[in-house]
C-alpha cells in the first residue's frame, strides 16, 4: 500500500525559514516523480514544486520560486521541502503526492497524495 | 500560472447526474490531453478520479466519467451517492513546465 506521510509544519514567523519532509513506503520511490502541493485556508489546491525521480528536472511555481528548495533522498525514500522567506501567503496545508505518469518530463495526474501538513506563517 | 476556472458549487439529489466544468486556455487545456480530476474529502489526502481527459485509475467508479472540448474539461458523475459529498479539483499541464489548478467545486448532495 502506498503511504506518503508529511512533517514538520509549524508555527513559524514572517521571513523566517522551514523544512519539510515526506515519507514514502509501498513503491519504488526512486523511480518516480514528487510534488508538492499546498492548500491555503478556504482555498483550492496550488502546485508548488515536482521533481523528477532521478533529481534532474526540478519545476518552481512562479509563487515559490527562488525561496524553496525542492529535494529528495531516494536511498531514504524522502522528500524534501526547504522554505525560505516564508510570507504570510505560504500558510498552508501541504501535501506530497507521487506521480506514475509523466508529460514531456513533467509529472502529471498526482496519483497518491499524503495527508499532508499544516504550515502557518505569523507573528 | 493563472488558475482553471470552476464553479464553486454544484448540488444533485442521490441518484441523479452533475456536471462539473473546468475552463482553461489555450496554454493549458485547449493544448494539452493531461487533464486530471480530483476529489478530496476535507481532512483526507485528495484522490485521483480522472487522467488524461477520460480514464480512471484502478478501483475508480465507472460512475465518474471525463471529457474535453476546446479549453474546457468537464467531470459528470452520474449516479450520485451520499460519498461522492466532497471537492473536486480539476488540474492541467500547462505551457512552460508547469501544473494549474482548478479553484474547486464543492458537491452537495440535496
Known amino acids: 500500500e502506498v503511504q506518503l506521510v508529511e512533517s514538520g509544519g509549524d508555527l513559524v514567523k514572517p521571513g523566517g525559514s522551514l523544512r519539510l519532509s515526506c515519507a514514502a513506503s509501498g513503491f519504488t520511490f526512486s523511480s518516480y516523480s514528487m510534488t508538492w502541493v499546498r492548500q491555503a485556508p478556504g482555498k483550492g489546491l496550488e502546485w508548488v514544486s515536482s521533481?523528477?525521480?532521478?533529481?534532474?528536472?526540478?519545476y518552481y511555481a512562479d509563487s515559490v520560486k527562488g525561496r524553496f528548495t525542492v529535494s529528495r533522498d531516494n536511498a531514504k525514500n524522502s522528500l524534501n521541502l526547504k522554505m525560505d522567506s516564508l510570507g504570510a501567503d505560504d500558510t498552508a496545508v501541504y501535501y506530497c503526492a507521487t506521480s506514475l505518469r509523466e508529460f514531456f518530463l513533467f509529472p502529471v495526474s498526482l496519483d497518491y497524495w499524503g495527508l499532508g501538513t499544516l504550515v502557518t506563517v505569523s507573528s | 500560472q493563472s488558475a482553471l476556472t470552476q464553479p464553486a458549487s454544484v448540488s444533485g439529489s442521490p441518484g441523479q447526474s452533475i456536471t462539473i466544468s473546468c475552463t482553461g486556455t489555450s496554454r493549458d487545456i485547449g493544448t494539452y490531453k493531461v487533464v486530471s480530476w480530483y476529489q478530496h474529502h476535507p481532512g483526507k489526502a485528495p484522490k485521483l478520479m480522472i487522467y488524461?481527459?477520460?480514464k480512471r485509475p484502478s478501483g475508480v467508479s465507472d460512475r465518474f466519467y471525463g471529457s474535453k472540448s476546446g479549453n474546457t474539461a468537464s467531470l459528470t458523475i452520474s449516479g450520485l451517492q451520499t460519498e461522492d459529498e466532497a471537492d473536486y479539483y480539476c488540474s492541467s499541464y500547462a505551457t512552460g513546465s508547469t501544473l494549474v489548478f482548478g479553484g474547486g467545486t464543492r458537491l452537495t448532495l440535496l
Open positions: 521533481i523528477r525521480s532521478s533529481s534532474g528536472h526540478i
Open positions: 488524461e481527459v477520460s
